[in-house]
């Protein structure tokens, strides 16, 4: 049973513990009766209705808390208890005399558990056999005692039984009409919300991501940064690259602008493709990107954005019938935990800069990592 369908089982059960308060209501209202000496059935009489009683609930119990009932079309199993009810209680009409007049408005209270679960045909069906089984019982009266009088009371009794369970009827139509209003403007609101929040999802991707290359832009790089790095465990570094495009200006001024994008885009997938799931590539500005590698040293830091300077130096790029080709520099560091990023990414520029003085095309790394 998925969490789903328990929420609706424990519902199903809370509904008939509330049944089951309103037959104890009635057993008091019958005890009340019979001490103010209005109830006249014998005990044998009373003994067998409460000993029916308890056992149809004991087994209507036994059936919902095994969870037999969802074998059944309806697993409420709302139509078995209620017949079963109006069943008990025209049983109990019958030996209740005088007192009976009082008690018939039980039958709409019995109707009232079906208004949200029953469709309207069913509650129909069922109001009618409130009234079957009532009008069966006066003209089983009627039999045995043939008293005129008698038999108008219980047919005035009878119509405004009828008269209620036909309001009752109406009431419950309208009640279900606004329900069903309900659930529609529900509906309407969850998708709403469900398109909201898609439409969120997408606003905070455009946010963190740069147009053109697709990576991550400085600003989201910058957060997620600062977040891992307050993560590290002691002894824990991260890597950081500072990248740039090497004479790319030559390439927009050569080729056009729409080939140095081309570039751009390149570079973007050749260090997807060199990194891992966990690493991180964003777009610093302009031609200028950085990479973070998690749980990293300066070996394997150095060895990762070696493969993307070989990987990248060695593609050609077609574009307006030209070969282009471009390469990087790059600048290492690392950053242990506690660390200033912004420093340890400003060191990292630095040694950028000494691999665009020595010739480009390589990486350096800050001498201080090396400590
Ligand atoms: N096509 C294109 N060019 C861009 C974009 N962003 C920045 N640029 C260009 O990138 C060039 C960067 O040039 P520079 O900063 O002089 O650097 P460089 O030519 O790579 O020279 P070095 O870095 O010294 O090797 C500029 O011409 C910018 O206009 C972009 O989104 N698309």
């Not at 009635?26 to 103010?36: M, N, P, R, S």
Request: include cysteine.
């Amino acid at each position: 049973m998925d969490s789903n369908e328990s929420k609706f089982q424990a519902l199903r059960l809370q509904r008939f513990y509330l049944a089951q308060l309103s037959y104890a209501i009635t057993y008091v209202v019958i005890g009340a009766a019979w001490l103010a000496g209005q109830y006249n059935a014998s005990g044998a009489m009373a003994a067998s209705h409460v000993l029916l009683g308890f056992s149809l609930q004991a087994v209507l119990f036994g059936i919902l808390k095994s969870g037999l009932n969802l074998r059944f079309k309806d697993p409420s199993l709302t139509s078995l208890q209620m017949v079963i009810a109006m069943l008990l209680l025209t049983y109990l009409l019958a030996f209740s005399g005088e007192f009976r007049g009082s008690l018939i408005m039980i039958y709409p209270i019995i109707l009232l558990f079906g208004v949200f679960q029953l469709s309207r045909r069913a509650f129909l069906t069922h109001a009618g056999l409130a009234l079957i089984l009532y009008g069966t019982l006066i003209l089983f009266n009627t039999f045995q005692d043939d008293s005129t009088q008698a038999l108008t009371v219980h047919l005035l009794e009878w119509f405004v039984l009828a008269c209620f369970t036909g309001w009752l009827s109406f009431f419950c139509s309208y009640i279900r009409e606004l329900r069903s209003r309900l659930q529609r403007r529900h509906n309407v609101l969850q998708t709403h919300q469900t398109t909201l929040r898609d439409m969120m999802g997408q606003l905070q991707s455009l946010a963190d991501t740069d147009g053109l290359t697709g990576l991550a832009n400085r600003r989201y790089f910058l957060s997620e940064a600062r977040r891992r790095i307050t993560l590290l465990t002691p002894g824990r570094k991260v890597g950081i690259a500072l990248i740039d495009l090497d004479h790319f200006k030559k390439i927009n001024d050569i080729h056009g602008h729409a080939a140095g994008d081309e570039v751009l885009k390149g570079f973007a997938e050749v260090a997807r493709q060199n990194l891992r799931e966990e690493d991180m590539v964003a777009r610093f500005g302009g031609e200028e990107f950085v990479v973070m590698l998690d749980n990293s040293d300066l070996a394997a830091l150095h060895q990762c954005i070696e493969r993307i300077r070989t990987c990248f130096a060695g593609t050609c790029y077609n574009v307006a019938g030209a070969e282009v080709y471009c390469t990087l520099s790059a600048g290492l560091n690392l950053v242990r935990p506690d660390d200033n990023l912004e420093k340890r990414l400003n060191q990292a520029d630095e040694a950028l800069y000494c691999a665009k003085d020595n010739g480009r095309n390589r990486c350096e790394v800050y001498e201080e990592a090396y400590a």
